[in-house]
């Protein structure tokens, strides 16, 4: 390729003037040139200038125009439908991060239906097996991954518990305890905890009760057992009240204290909301089915090897004809 015809070449492709003239002046003193596409296959032809001095070391040494044109940048000529794009100063050590990463393919709508139809076949293979443990197997592994799943879910409605304030708890009489349980008992009003368990809202129902009454029950129903303890401790931090009585049926009477102040915030910031609350009900409840059947199919299979393991030495005891 001759130096008048690459130059000819370029210069239709260049608009820019000065940079026209400064790869005619590369290609003019003694530099070779080099192209190289890249992908020739697509639309988009991608070709490397090298321009690299064809004089010895001494000889530069003695032109020091020559130095100060040695270099080993190129100039690169993007051609495309829409124009012609130059970039010079980059080394050619290889292709290009964009061009290195390989488009992803485009998957279709019928290859993704075939895939779940594939994965569907299969499982329903394992679960009309023959084999008692293959299906066993089955759905201990489907059930550990639901579990998995939950627990990760469930992480996200942790709240982190802010930095418990100090104050000053009232201590009461036994006859001030008395009378206090005696009037919980005999009112009416109560703060209802349910399935929710205890959020923002239960605390913002107790202020807003002991602005006009000392005391407040309230009632928790569903309760494990055992729950009702932990549902008071946490009220109790939250709510600053003090624990007058737990009854049998699951209630609580608290007392909101001699000198008591109505905060600003009723509702703490460090618990859920009303649905959210909800949202992690419904995970807890699943994760606990779960949990059960993994413990009811993991008897199963024990009980399956016991079986297979008597069978075997039956088989083995009996006498061979």
Not at 271 to 296: D, G, M, R, V
Request: aromatic fraction near 8%; include cysteine.
């Amino acid at each position: 390729m001759s130096t008048r015809f690459v130059g000819r070449r370029i210069s239709n492709c260049i608009t820019n003037t000065s940079l026209l003239h400064h790869v005619r002046d590369l290609i003019s003193q003694n530099h070779s040139l080099c192209t190289r596409y890249i992908r020739p296959n697509s639309n988009l032809i991608t070709r490397s200038l090298c321009l690299t001095p064809l004089l010895s070391p001494n000889e530069i040494s003695k032109k020091p125009l020559h130095v100060r044109l040695a270099t080993s940048s190129a100039v690169e000529v993007r051609m495309d439908k829409d124009g012609v794009r130059f970039c010079i100063g980059k080394q050619l050590n290889g292709l290009s991060d964009s061009e290195k990463k390989q488009k992803r393919t485009r998957v279709s709508k019928k290859a993704k239906l075939n895939e779940l139809r594939f994965y569907r076949l299969k499982a329903k293979k394992k679960m009309r097996s023959p084999n008692p443990e293959t299906r066993i197997l089955y759905r201990l592994g489907k059930a550990k991954r639901k579990e998995e799943w939950l627990i990760e879910k469930l992480r996200k409605y942790d709240v982190r518990k802010a930095a418990a304030e100090v104050y000053d708890p009232e201590s009461l009489t036994e006859e001030e305890k008395f009378y206090l349980k005696r009037t919980g008992e005999k009112k009416k009003h109560y703060v209802p905890v349910g399935r929710r368990g205890v959020f923002g809202g239960v605390v913002l129902n107790m202020h807003l009760h002991w602005k006009n009454h000392e005391t407040v029950k309230v009632v928790c129903k569903p309760c494990r057992p055992g729950q009702i303890q932990e549902y008071a401790d946490e009220l109790t931090r939250l709510s600053r009240g003090i624990v007058i009585d737990i009854k049998p049926n699951n209630v609580i009477i608290f007392y909101r204290g001699k000198n008591y102040v109505q905060p600003e915030i009723m509702s703490p910031p460090d618990t859920l909301s009303k649905a959210k609350a909800l949202e992690k009900y419904k995970y807890e409840q699943s994760l606990e089915h779960t949990s059960e059947f993994i413990e009811k199919l993991e008897n199963e299979l024990e009980e399956y090897y016991k079986h297979k393991a008597r069978f075997n030495k039956e088989k083995e005891s009996s006498p061979t004809d």
